[in-house]
C-alpha cells in the first residue's frame, strides 16, 4: 500500500505562485510513474503534470498544453517527495489538484488539494 499526502494548496490571486507537494510513502525509485492531476467544478480529471520513469537516470516529464510554460514538476528523492510549482496562475487553474503514482501498474491517489485563483 502506498499513501500520498499533499500539501501546499490555498486561495492566490491572478499572476500569483502556489508550490504544491506530495510525500510519497514508498521508494520513488520502485515507482513508474509520478504526476499530478486536476479536476475543476463540473469538469472531468485531466492530467497536469507526469514524470514517467524509466531509470534511475532516465526518465520524461510530460505537461498539458494548458500549462506548459508556467508549471514545473520536480522531485526530491531523498524526501520521497514531488512537487508541482504554478506560476502565473489563472482562474481557470482553480481546481482540486491530485497526487498520484503507479507503482507496479496499480494507481495510487492522494486526498486532493483544493487551488482556487481569484481576485
Known amino acids: 500500500q502506498v499513501q500520498l499526502v499533499e500539501s501546499g494548496g490555498g486561495l492566490v490571486q491572478p499572476g500569483g505562485s502556489l508550490r504544491l507537494s506530495c510525500v510519497v510513502s514508498?521508494?520513488?525509485?520502485?515507482?513508474?510513474?509520478m504526476g499530478w492531476y486536476r479536476r475543476a467544478p463540473g469538469e472531468e480529471r485531466e492530467l497536469v503534470a507526469r514524470?514517467?520513469?524509466?531509470?534511475?537516470?532516465?526518465?520524461?516529464?510530460n505537461y498539458a498544453d494548458s500549462v506548459k510554460g508556467r508549471f514545473t514538476l520536480s522531485r526530491d528523492r531523498a524526501k520521497n517527495t514531488l512537487y508541482l510549482q504554478m506560476n502565473s496562475l489563472k482562474p481557470e487553474d482553480t481546481a482540486v489538484y491530485y497526487c498520484?503514482?503507479?507503482?507496479?501498474?496499480?494507481?495510487?491517489w492522494g486526498q486532493g488539494t483544493q487551488v482556487t485563483v481569484s481576485s
Open positions: 498520484n503514482v503507479d507503482r507496479m501498474g496499480i494507481n495510487y
Open positions: 514508498a521508494n520513488i525509485f520502485q515507482l513508474n510513474t
Open positions: 514524470i514517467t520513469i524509466k531509470s534511475a537516470i532516465d526518465s520524461t516529464t
